[in-house]
Structure formats: structure tokens, C-alpha cells
């Protein structure tokens, strides 16, 4: 009982902490020049570190029995999510004054072709029914060939929900006619207060409560074992945690990104299994 009433009392705390958080967090998280220079800086060792490799797939890396256990789990229909974290000369790269997110995972579609996934993840007019409820609006903006601008707005809940409206520039490339593979830049992204309310506005942008900054998505699709594979890697960046809670708030932020690449692949898979052969 004694267990019970302290979990009950934690979790109390946790939601007035949070709640104090979302309530104070737009005059005191700044995204500060040195902490866009930080993300950058990790992206760009990031990207470079993914050219390198041979593999089209993470998981092609694996060694060979390794390799044939997480296929024989993604064809059962398992998700395979992992964090990542790219050094930069051997080291670790500091991010003040925020939070870098490095994530990556893979799920397969059995049935599906490359063409099906292309179709669902360039159909931004779309994205808001299809994602939903992280996504609640959505629409293309433009597109130049398989170059595409648009518009998403997130919906983000952890005991406190976070609303931000975000504009993408997105590349795909066709690299054989069995694979496909885009990098996602956010070029803009502003928190909305009072979100679906008469009086709902923009805050400031870079001067918010700091739960997204940043978002880069790297998606890749290969057909292949009679379906087609799924991978979606995220590098996101937010806010750091305020001195004296990290303790609290961390895991709350911190879950975040993962569960949203989660959500994005097991529903991506969903709706590829529910489009007509």
C-alpha cells in the first residue's frame, strides 16, 4: 500500500511539475545561436556518417544471424526502434542549452510496394487523416518533381498537450527500382497557444516552451522478402531540462520523439496493409 501511495504522490508531483513547465516555458526557453550551431554541427556528422555506409538498411549492417532474427521479427509484424548518437571526431558533440534526439526504426510491410509507401508519404493533403491525431492539419505547399514544401501541425501529449504548426522542405531520391529514400528538413516551426481556440496564436518563434526546435526525417523504403521495409530515422531538437527538475520533467520530454516515430511506422505499415493490391 505504502508503494502505491508513494507512486500516486510521484506521479501527482510529476503532473503539477509539467504543468508548471508548459505554463512558464515561453518566457524562459530561448533557442539560443549556440544551440542551432550544436544541431547543425550533429547533423551534419550525422549525414555524413550515413553516406558512408553500403548498406541501404541499418539493419543490412547487422552481423549475418543477428541480421536474419530481425527480419524473421519485422515480417512478424514487430517494430525494431533504436536511439542513436553520432560523435564528431570520436566525441560526443555538447548541444547547449537543449536536447539532441537521435532515433531510428524499421518495420515491414508485407505486399506493399515502394510505389504504395511513396504515394502515402508524399500525400501531405493527406497526412492530417492518415496521422492523425499527430497530425491534425496538414497540406502541400508546393512541389518541383520530387521536391515538396509543406505544412504540418503537430499535436504533442504527455500529461500536458503541446500544439506547434511546422512547414517541411522534403527530397525524395529513387536510387533502383526496388528503393527510395528522402531527407525531411523543418524550415519553420512556431508553438500555438490556446490551439483550436478563437484566441488561438503563434508564440514567438525560438522563444516557446522549447518541446520541438528542430526536425529532420530520413525515410528509406526497400521492396524486397515479398513486402517492403520501412525505416524512418529522426533527429530532433528541443529545449534542455531546467535546472533542479531534471529528475521529473527528463523522462517526460525525452519520450516523446521515440513515441512519435512509433506512431509514425506501425501507422505507416497500417495503412500500406489496408491499400488495395
Known sequence: MKGALDKGRLLTAAAIAVGLLGTTSAESADLQPRTIAAFDRYVKAAETETAARVEFLRLDGLPAALRRARQDELRAGMLHIERLTTLDGGREIPVPDGLMHHWVGTVFAPGASVEQALSILQDYDKHAEIYRPAVVQSRLLSRNGDR?????????????????????????????????????????IAQVENAGEPDERELPVGRDGGYLWRLN?????????????????????????????????????????????????????????????
Not at 503537430?154 to 527510395?180: C, L, W
Not at 531538437?237 to 520530454?253: A, D, M
Request: charged share 25%; aromatic share 14%; proline share 5%.
Open 148 to 188: 515538396f514544401r509543406m505544412f504540418l501541425r503537430f499535436s504533442m501529449t504527455k500529461v500536458i498537450t503541446v500544439v506547434v504548426n511546422t512547414e517541411h522542405d522534403a527530397q525524395f531520391y529513387r536510387d533502383g527500382p526496388d528503393r527510395a529514400r528522402s531527407r525531411i528538413y523543418s524550415t519553420r
Open 217 to 277: 526525417t530520413y525515410w528509406r523504403v526497400l521492396q524486397r522478402d515479398g513486402g517492403t521495409y520501412v525505416q524512418c530515422e529522426s533527429i530532433s531538437l528541443t529545449r534542455g531540462i531546467p535546472f533542479g527538475f531534471g529528475w521529473l520533467i527528463q523522462p517526460f520530454v525525452t519520450s516523446i520523439p521515440r513515441e512519435s516515430l512509433e506512431f509514425t511506422l506501425n501507422t505507416t505499415r497500417t495503412t500500406l496493409a489496408r491499400t488495395p493490391r
